[in-house]
């Protein structure tokens, strides 16, 4: 009975971790969803990971945008109703525009944060940033060559890494892109999100994990204590050499 309970509750908390790539935002949805009372932050939206999602749902979200969206919130809210997703900002303006494109979760009228209000009950967003601009990219130029996104034990690198200073370049401009994304949308809408940056995560991974829960109203059970952290941090003496290297190239990216 509690099982198809829960199937039948809707969440009375959502929340959103905003977030670019190289942030350590594995590492801080992991953290939260390892708490079993921030529900489940996942990509549940990318479109190339939609499909494995409303597999493992029993949702179809090619036919059905709306009621895989409503499935998703849903099924897989933790068992105080909170329901947790990640979106990066290379897609959150597409991901708007399918949601607003359902015409399920408010008319043409409708702002952008009403939408997701309507979608998303008592919305609240995280936004996960780094203060390293130059290593967040050396950090993405390698995941990029390497096919490693997140180390954890069974995750192999698929290739070497070697210094390429336009790659780093590039990926250095779409992080500062993809960041914009979210500061226009922040003002746009008068939002103020509570945000985690990585340097701090990484020093003080429990600390941050429980500032977090704070913000979001989320009581863990008497007793519970934060579990250390799954994914490993990848910044190491390759990166050093790499952000030498570029500096001596690029000066004015200090």
């Avoid at 997701?116 to 967003?125: D, K, S, V």
């Avoid at 390497?146 to 070497?160: C, P, T």
């Avoid at 600390?207 to 490993?232: C, D, E, Y």
């Avoid at 941090?233 to 004015?252: F, G, K, N």
């Amino acid at each position: 009975m509690g099982g198809l309970l829960h199937k039948l509750r809707h969440p009375s908390r959502c929340y959103l971790v905003c977030a670019t790539a190289r942030t350590g935002s594995n590492l801080l949805t992991d953290g939260l969803h390892a708490t079993r009372r921030a529900g489940r932050p996942k990509q549940f939206f990318l479109p190339k990971f939609e499909g494995e999602y409303a597999a493992g749902l029993e949702l179809d979200a090619g036919a059905d945008f709306s009621g895989y969206v409503r499935g998703v919130v849903r099924k897989t809210a933790t068992s105080n109703e909170v329901f947790g997703f990640k979106i990066m900002g290379w897609y959150w303006e597409e991901f708007l525009t399918r949601l607003r494109g359902t015409q399920a979760f408010g008319g043409p009228e409708s702002s952008e944060s009403e939408i997701l209000q309507e979608a998303f009950p008592r919305l609240q967003y995280v936004q996960v940033l780094r203060r390293n601009k130059l290593r967040q990219a050396i950090s993405k130029a390698k995941a990029i060559q390497s096919g490693l996104w997140k180390v954890q034990e069974g995750n192999q690198a698929l290739a070497d890494p070697k210094f390429d200073a336009d790659l780093i370049a590039r990926c250095l401009q779409e992080t500062l892109a993809n960041e914009l994304v979210w500061e226009r949308f922040f003002q746009h809408n008068s939002i103020q999100p509570f945000v985690v940056e990585y340097e701090d995560l990484c020093r003080d991974f429990v600390g941050t994990i429980q500032s977090v829960l704070h913000f979001l109203k989320i009581r863990l059970p008497q007793g519970t204590r934060i579990a250390p952290p799954q994914t490993v941090r990848q910044t190491d003496s390759l990166s050093r050499d790499w952000e030498e290297r570029y500096l001596a190239l690029q000066p004015a990216a200090a």
